[in-house]
């Protein structure tokens, strides 16, 4: 079971980052990557709607025999996070409770900031989390549509996103938080330009190294780290424009993508009516 591979999932690319900050802490783990690109964006859908995709992609990574599964989105880690944990025969690992662990730990005024999008926001999944670790702690939540399509066009540290953090920052700012959590995975791509905008007084937090960090102390617990030494794989799929994937999703892996194979919906939809 140790030399089973990792399975991620995200609504599109931006759980890349995800993948590429675990590739950095577990450099000999092998990983199955599920981009469900045919269905994408998972913010705007429904609760029910979220969790049902996440019951179909977790239960066809554990039918083809993967050790872990990491839910790379936060709006599937805030809505189809406990049911997957309760379905599937191996651990489970969403991406909002390592960076509230991490966020909860590090300020010191304790007032936290969130951006996300719609979905994680309105669930309330972060400012649950962090307050379960420092029930004394504010947390101040905002919506922050425009970034997702802002880094998959490539904006990444112009004047639009500039005029887009000053929309929605300066409100939280206002609060004198001295945290931020980057409360979706596309951000990651932004951090340079939201630190430069924030300041060196706010600590801001990127869910997906957290992430990374928690499922390596996760393996060592169940004993499912992989040997060092010994040689790691990475496949992906995607449910929609491998073509498209392939090339966007470069940029969020910070290396080139040499093969991405399309899986059809029917399949993932085939595994999630077996639960």
Known sequence: MKDAPIGIFDSGIGGLTVVRRIGEVLPNESIVYIGDTARIPYGSKSPQTVKNFSIEIGSYLAEIGVKAVVI?????????????????????????????????????????????????????????????????????????????????????????VKLALKLYLDPILEKGIDTLVLGCTHYPLLQPAIEKYVGDKVNVIDSASATALALKELLKKTELMKDSGTVSKKRFYCTDNPQGFRREGSRFLGKEIEIVELLPLEELQRAGSKR
């Open 72 to 160: 790379a989105c936060n709006t599937a880690s805030s809505y189809g996070l406990s049911t997957l944990s309760a379905i599937l025969p191996v651990p489970v690992l969403g991406v909002v409770g390592p960076g509230a662990r991490v966020a909860a730990t590090a300020s010191k005024n304790g007032k936290i900031g969130v951006i996300g999008t719609r979905g994680t926001i309105c669930s309330e999944a972060y400012q649950s989390a962090i307050l379960a670790n420092r029930p004394e702690l504010r947390v101040y939540a905002a919506e922050a549509p425009l970034l997702v399509p802002f880094v998959e066009e490539g904006h990444l540290d112009d004047e639009f």
